[in-house]
């Protein structure tokens, strides 16, 4: 081992038994002020050096720029991705975006947030790319389970807390992607055409709680955006667009691997601070290669040049970057931990795994529960003798997502750079059979790769209970493969492997047919009636704690309060704004919809989806009452507050939510959410007053005469309920 390499491993070493302790960052002024400072110093080429990617195919972060060693900066370290570090082993995969969406949690959303810029602060990376916050415009857009869904507030929310949590522990965040990445085919030149409102209330609206977070960097998107690509658009990140000017965001912005179309100057001019990678991918690519140039020829202003550099040295600095960050100790072009560079520093820990499973079990959403099937009684003849386990997706899966393997076992997040090593997977099987081995049933299994529907039927028939598990996936575009001829986007909203068939014809055998689902989004339940299924659950992509997570809910341990980030519905027209898989060329995308997307849309045409925006059932019930609206206090304009009492049996977590109807000629979709609360573990017969604040901008739309967002006179109706379909209070002022 070379002696340099023997020191970085030994501090590694004693890192790996470290935690962090929360960083006091310094304010932007300071850090403006420190970046200013040092830039001056600056030779042109090192400069060039920080805004420049080098080396994604052969360095050992997923992203680099060049290091100014003799000022003390290092060369960052940019990796994926939102849900847990890619390529790199011995760490733990969280649950995803959308999951985490689903806990309606923001106790849960910081706490995963902390942790993963623990794991990533561990082995050395600086850049954390995440969150993913893409409006899920249609649900069966491939990265929509990196996201948090289609709503702009729940969205916000999440990413707020996301980030505030990963950039308390010294990492950055990267906000993704900037804008409108909301279909996989076509993505590296499809141009997304909407308006001004439309921008501003819907796909940028998330953006503002990102830099009301401080978030440390912005990735711009591969798409075009009214015909101009995401990366050199200055209607978007030039100083008058609507990211520094309107959202008022300081950090820097990087584009997506790739994402830089045209030259040099085009991109820099446009407010383009980093470009990554350094090599040449696809259709776009180093082109800051150029900058040089067009700096020497003035092109591109020496000013601008500056600005590039304070604006990623900023951050840096305000997150105390510069005072004892380790230096990268994995090496991402060997995944499998092999190589001289890869130290194998283990940043999981029994703390991670726990808080893995607890956002996984808070976000699995109970559909259906016939006559309280659920929770399974765990002991003597209040069990059960005889269980059947059924269906692959109870199974471990494959590591790595190679063509047609990708989704063999359970799903429990989807492909592309967000994914992660799998493992660390404990699949179902593994979890309930012990969990049932502790009560004794006779179990039969058929969990095969095959997805064996006739070996199912022979597994559930004459059991006491069937678990039958089914899924559906998706993933990114780019150099990975198409799965089950799915290329990143879902052709249609079918489970797969013949799922519903599977489920079909187990319930035909067993009178006590349990459902789990894993699945990226939406899909069709076109079963969910029958009889003979006692019980629906919704797992989503719940990361690597899947099994323990599910056995927590089954058999209570977890009372279920996870809730639909999504409308689910059968039925894809339900949902505006088509996946355009065919086109002649890169096409146009015009979001026609505008506001109205998912349940906005289904509110607007009076369509009741199979289980609404929201909706998720617990073990106990609760009561509303006592609504009050008031307005203040500063900075909010109004106050909303509310009681919810547990009245039923058991001790549970309720999700309040809270929708707002705009004044009558506002041009707002009929409800919009506006909060939501997680009242965690209420006792049985215990109270709790839950209060929820409208800030201004929350009761504004987007005056795009004005340019500011305006409170629409007249009079607001407030809805609070359990989703958005089960109002249980409304009040207005
Ligand atoms: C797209 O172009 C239209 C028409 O010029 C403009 O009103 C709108 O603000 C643009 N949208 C974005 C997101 O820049
Ligand atoms: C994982 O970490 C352990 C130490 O906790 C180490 O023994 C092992 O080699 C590591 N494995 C990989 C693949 O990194
Ligand atoms: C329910 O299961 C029973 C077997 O226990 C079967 O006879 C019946 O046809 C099933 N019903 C449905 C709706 O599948
Ligand atoms: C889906 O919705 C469309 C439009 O509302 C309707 O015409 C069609 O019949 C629906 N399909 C199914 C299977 O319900």
Redesign the pocket.
Known sequence: MHASLLLQWLSCAILATQTYAAITPRSWDEAYSMATAVTAQMTLDEKIGVVSGVGTFTSRCIGNNSPVSRLGIPSLCMNDGPAGLRAVKNTTGFPSGINTASTFSRRLMNARGVALAEEFRGKGVNVFLGPAMDIMRNPKAGRNWESFGPDPYLTGEAAYETINGVQSMGVMACAKHFLANNQEHWRYGLSADFDDRTNHELYMYPYYRAVEADVASVMCAYNRINQTSACHNAALLGPSGSLRKDVGFKGFVVSDWGATHDSAADNANAGLDMEQPGDYILIGGGVYKGLKAAVNGGSVPTSRIDEMVVRILAPFYRLRQDASFPAPNFDAQHPDGTGTLNLNVNVRSDTHTALAREVAAASVVLLKNKGGVLPLKSTGTAGFGSAAIVGKDAAMPKDGCNLNECNDGVMVVGWGSGSYALNNVVPPVTSLTSKLQSVNPAIALSTSLTNDLDAGVVAARGKDVAFVFANAMSGELGFYDVVEGNMGDRNDLNLWWKGGSLIERV?????NTVVIIHSVGPVSMSWSN???ITAILYAGAPGEQAGPSLVDVLWGAKNPSGRLPFSMDDNESSYPGPIVYNSLGFPTINYDEKLLIDCRYMDANNITPRFPFGFGLSYTTFAYASLSISSGPSPAAYTVSFSVTNSGSVVGTEIPQMYLGFPAGAGEPKRVLRGFEEVLDLGVGQSRTVKMTLSQREISIWDVVAQKWTRPSGTFTVSIGASINDVRLTGSF
């Open positions: 319930a035909a055998v067993n009178p029958n009889p003979n």
